[in-house]
């Protein structure tokens, strides 16, 4: 008599999952036990410092930082470290898992079939509160370093909550914080997808709530061009990075300096006082950030909130530029969002209108990327 296998819910349930999987049979769990090790040559985007842990360990905390790797293997090792994260792993392009919150130590994604594949760590989560570590890719002795591509283009993004994607996955604009955190998906904003049109790497150097010279309701914290030479915001380590060499750069700021009244006590007795501290020390940072980058072509752009405050003080940081004889800079309005996110910030859908009029105006630029 022949034996049928007997299908549990339990089985059932496994056997749904992996159908689902966009790449089944893969598998992303904790390795407690690896053996011998070795380490994998990875790509890193973002800040980064060295952390200890391994000479791979780097520590991060501006928002969008990846890692990537390429090896021939059926699979392959990462190391998370301290620090609350929500990480999309990818593998040759195609998103398998998300880590929120891993604890500390070890991961294989196994399952692959025989080849090459090329693997992708991509930070969703902002981390404004404290650091977060990666502590590298690893070998397992049946699997081979392969090289990955290198790419020639390169953009970044700087600005507030808006650049970071600010809770763009949520449903509802009443978000608690922890809601926040878990709707917050960096590598679904505008820029991270403005990145993959060109095929670009990039930077998303920004904090939520910080602005030019005021940050939102006027809280005490290092406004956005104070912070942004660093790459720890306890300003512990500097940002040196000789080989970040933007040929774009986007930049939106001024939401926090103006979608709230000003307060007694602080320093601008006046709208108007703000205004002109605001403009003087934009200008004084894109300045900063042209001295570095010549040929950079720069963005900026704003939206229509605070009655278009915001966009009339952009505009007029734009011209400020221009007339000083900077004519690689740009300026965008950037109207119609429906600022369905957690507390009326961008939604998926805006991500991809925001996305759209930049690119508009980089690809009105033909020769941006020969810069």
């Known amino acids: 008599m022949d034996c049928q296998p007997v299908l549990t819910a339990s089985h059932l349930a496994v056997l749904a999952a992996l159908l689902a999987s966009p790449l089944p049979g893969v598998t992303v769990s904790p390795a407690p036990d690896t053996g011998a090790l070795l380490p994998l040559t990875e790509h890193v985007g973002g800040r980064t410092t060295p952390a200890p842990g391994g000479p791979q360990a780097l520590t991060r905390q501006w928002p969008g930082p990846y890692f990537e790797t390429a090896f021939n293997g059926r699979a392959v090792l990462f190391q998370v470290g301290p620090g609350e994260v929500a990480l999309h792993v990818l593998v040759d392009g195609t998103q398998v898992d998300t880590l929120v919150k891993p604890l500390p130590g070890m991961y294989r994604v196994a399952g692959l079939a025989p080849g090459r594949h090329e693997l992708r760590l991509e930070v969703a989560s902002e981390s404004q509160a404290r650091p977060t570590m990666f502590g590298g890719f690893f070998a397992e002795a049946e699997t081979i370093a392969s090289p990955l591509a290198s790419r020639s283009r390169a953009i970044e993004f700087i600005g507030d909550s808006h650049t970071v994607g600010y809770g763009n ?73 000789p080989g970040w060499r933007p040929q774009v750069i986007v930049i939106a700021l001024g939401t926090n300096d103006f979608t709230t ?51 009339t003080e952009a505009a007029k940081v734009a011209a400020a530029l221009r007339a000083s004889g900077d004519t690689l800079v740009d300026y965008v309005p950037v109207n119609g969002l429906s600022f369905s996110g957690c507390h009326a910030h ?3 859908a805006d991500e991809t209108v925001i996305a759209n009029r930049i690119a508009a105006v980089i690809d009105a630029h033909g020769d941006t990327w020969s810069n």
């Open 261 to 311: 009244p000003l307060h007694a006590g602080e320093k601008w007795a006046t709208r108007d006082e703000l205004h002109t501290d605001f403009e003087t020390t934009y200008v004084r940072f894109v300045q900063s950030l042209r001295a570095r980058n010549p040929n950079a072509l720069i963005v900026l752009w704003a939206t229509d909130m605070a009655e278009g405050e915001i966009e």
């Open 346 to 348: 961008p939604s998926l």
């Open 169 to 241: 996955t949520s449903t509802k604009t009443d978000c608690t914080q922890d809601e926040v955190w878990e709707t917050t998906d960096t590598s679904r904003a505008f820029g991270p997808a403005l990145a993959r049109r060109y095929g670009a790497d990039y930077e998303v150097n920004a904090i939520s709530g910080r602005g030019v010279v005021r940050n939102y309701n006027g809280f005490a914290a290092d406004k956005l061009p104070e912070a942004y030479p660093f790459t720890l915001f306890d300003k512990s380590s500097r940002a040196d990075e």
